[in-house]
């Protein structure tokens, strides 16, 4: 299929600047998701990469050649759009037919490629069926099969399952990231909802404010979070915050105490010169176990219990009113207005300085950059 | 008898039990719609079959079918047929035509676009006499106006239209005012497509031409359908600017069968054979009603 590579991209609408120089290099058959909150420039700049949005400096390449310059359609990409814009007046067989035709693919090889993709996306037997007929799923599919017949060298997807319903959108995940390992192309894929990033992603991009703040891979991201906002936006439910500051540190560990009192031992390097320093420690709710301990240990009351069937999630607060979320597996018999003790493991926890910048953590895994 | 009039009035009864209230309310506006419609379509149908000439009141009494046979044996009532579609054709064909072109056009930003709109509108908020005084005096004078002044500025001789083209001019001024109605139409149309789909096709390939022919009219096809038909139902009975510009002139060659109507009952006092002309221009009025009805309901549909 086809690379792609941003060297610092910008974009500047009349003074305010929405992309603020990116660089990112996305490999052959790499299924890439531009993940950040809305406002981010996500969806600017995937439009920026199919030639809707005009670049204000830096170059695009595409398999190595500059295309800034080039129309969209000679980019050889194919985009699925939000609200799928499919042409409301052409029936299914029409719409996907539409693309090869201005291409002035002869008649023959249109009509094999479009039953081989319809096909492929179950849609054989809507083929004389307007976009008015179709349910949300079916219109979907029928957007991707107009991307896929054409056969482009990447795929681009703006928020393709948000207008869809809770379960059809897992369905929907399932079925591109299988039809992704089938056609092996190279996608970019933009989302606000961090699930579908991580489930679907080979390589997760974040944007903030226009700005790249982290890229790696879903567990990269997950596990080393560079920054508070990366670790904030990463995870569900989101990891827990508590203020703290520095009050030893040594090549393995760094000792940080609570604004409650407590002290936390955590698997962190090189943070000497932080000592009374004030930081913030940044532990997950799944990650947090429940049970008297010697090290580590922390308590607080029980606000709240969110039972979901596999796994519970206690609203505690804590005696310094920070509240915390935390997860555990089952109903554990914790009910609200209960006292629970409970531990942060020392490898386990994050911390970040007063700039929101991770400090170099100490565990197994892959390290972030 | 008896056991016809007691079921009669059993029926009659139970009409009045189960409606009496609804037909209580109904009845203020069908008296209306009589009163406004059934009773000068009566009207008319009857003096088209009389002999009734305001200039001759010695001839009356019953004509049979005499204001038929001689109205459409008349060869000004042909001329008048054909001077009334080619009225109502040639208005829609360039109102809709340029209407579309402009809709597109008025939907690109430019500088001044709002002012642009505001002045591409306004023809249709000048009503017909005045519009048409304008262009007959104002514009197209061959003295005084501005295209003949604007001609000899140049060292031409100005043509003058209404006395060369009668029937083209009349044409043109109404399509003047039509196509502003066709724009605002329209172009409310055009700002409704969807700008994914626009950018949709872009990535398919599709230039400026074949968005045009592929989507952007499509998209339209249903308020072109509209256009249509309100246009035709006013197009159909133009008088305003005949009237004012050539009065039906030179001879009949800018008479339409509105116009026609009124020269005979008004011009010639011959009541019967207007009414006569009348009734045929319901008739017409209808066929042309009936198909545009079929092909917007199919358009409506979807």
Redesign the interface.
């Known amino acids: 299929m086809a690379t792609v590579e941003l060297k610092n991209i910008r974009k500047t609408y009349t003074s305010e600047e929405i992309i603020k120089g990116v660089d990112l290099s996305i490999e052959s058959k790499e299924f890439v998701v531009f993940v950040g909150p809305s406002g981010c420039g996500k969806s600017t700049l995937l439009r920026m990469i199919a030639g809707l949005e005009d670049i204000s400096s830096g170059d695009l390449l595409i398999d190595g050649r500059r295309v800034n310059d080039l129309a969209p359609a000679e980019r050889g990409l194919a985009m699925v759009f939000q609200s799928y814009a499919l042409y409301p007046h052409m029936n299914v067989y029409q719409n996907m037919e539409f693309g090869l035709k201005l291409a002035k693919t002869p008649e023959a090889e249109r009509r094999e490629k479009i039953l081989a993709v319809a096909q492929t996306l179950q849609l054989e037997n809507y083929l004389k069926h307007k976009p008015g007929q179709l349910s949300g799923g079916q219109r979907q599919r029928v957007a991707i099969g107009r991307a896929i017949v054409r056969n482009p060298k990447v795929f681009l997807f703006d928020e393709p399952l948000s207008n869809l319903d809770a379960s059809l959108r897992g369905q929907m995940r399932v079925e591109l990231a299988t039809l992704h390992r089938r056609l092996g192309a190279t996608t970019i894929y933009v989302t606000h909802d961090q699930i579908e990033a991580m489930t679907m992603a080979d390589k997760i991009v974040v944007l903030q404010k226009g700005i790249v703040e982290q890229v790696g891979s879903p567990l990269e991201l997950y596990d080393h979070p560079r920054n508070l906002f990366v670790a904030k936006f990463i995870g569900s439910p989101p990891m827990n915050f508590l203020p703290g500051t520095v009050i030893a540190a040594s090549e393995e560990q760094v000792r940080v105490r609570l604004a409650s009192g407590q002290e936390i031992a955590v698997a962190a390097g090189s943070a000497q010169d932080l000592v009374g320093a004030g930081v913030t420690l940044g532990v997950r709710p799944e990650h947090i176990r429940l049970g008297d301990s010697v090290e580590n240990r922390g308590s607080g009351q029980v606000e709240l219990v969110e039972y979901l069937g596999s796994a519970a999630h206690l609203h505690v607060r804590m005696q310094d009113g920070a509240l915390l979320v935390i997860q555990t597996e089952g109903g554990v018999g914790v009910h609200a207005d209960d006292a629970v003790t409970f531990s942060f493991p020392a490898e386990r926890c994050h911390l970040f300085n007063s700039e929101g910048v991770a400090l170099h953590r100490r565990s197994s895994g892959r390290m972030a950059a | 008898m008896s056991a016809v009039t007691t079921a009669s009035q059993h029926h009659r009864k139970a009409a009045i039990g189960a409606g009496a209230s609804g037909a209580l309310m109904l009845a203020p506006a069908v008296f209306v719609l009589l009163v406004w419609s059934v009773v000068p379509l009566v009207l008319t149908l009857w003096y088209s079959f009389q002999n009734y000439n305001l200039v001759d009141p010695t001839l009356h009494g019953f004509a049979g079918v005499n204001n038929y046979w001689y109205l459409l044996s008349d060869p000004d009532f042909l001329q008048s047929l054909l001077n009334t579609a080619i009225l109502v054709i040639g208005v829609l064909v360039i109102s809709v035509g340029g209407g579309t072109l402009l809709a597109v056009l008025y939907d690109q930003e430019f500088v001044g676009r709002g002012v642009a709109r505001v002045l591409v509108i306004s023809p249709f908020f000048v009503m017909p006499t005045v519009s048409a005084l304008l262009w007959k005096n104002l514009m197209l004078h061959p003295i005084y106006g501005v295209y003949s002044w604007m001609m000899r500025a140049v060292g031409l001789t100005p043509i003058d239209w209404l006395q060369r083209f009668p029937m083209l001019t009349v044409m043109m001024i109404v399509a003047w005012e039509w196509l502003p109605f066709a724009v605002l139409i329209l172009l409310t149309a055009v700002q409704s497509l969807?700008a994914?789909?626009k950018?949709?096709?872009?990535?398919?390939?599709?230039g400026p031409v074949?968005r045009f022919f592929?989507?952007v009219l499509?998209?339209l096809?249903r308020a072109i359908a509209v256009v249509v038909m309100i246009e035709t139902i006013y197009l159909l009975t133009i008088f305003a600017e005949i009237m004012v510009t050539t009065a039906g002139g030179p001879g009949v060659a800018s008479t339409n069968l509105a116009y026609l109507i009124y020269s005979r009952a008004l011009l010639q006092f011959d009541v019967g054979g207007a009414s006569a002309g009348g009734v045929i221009a319901i008739v017409i009025a209808n066929i042309a009603a009936a198909f545009l009805v079929r092909a917007v309901a199919r358009h409506l549909e979807?």
């Open positions: 969807d994914e789909q950018e949709a096709a872009l990535l398919d390939g599709a074949a592929h989507i499509p998209h096809s979807v």
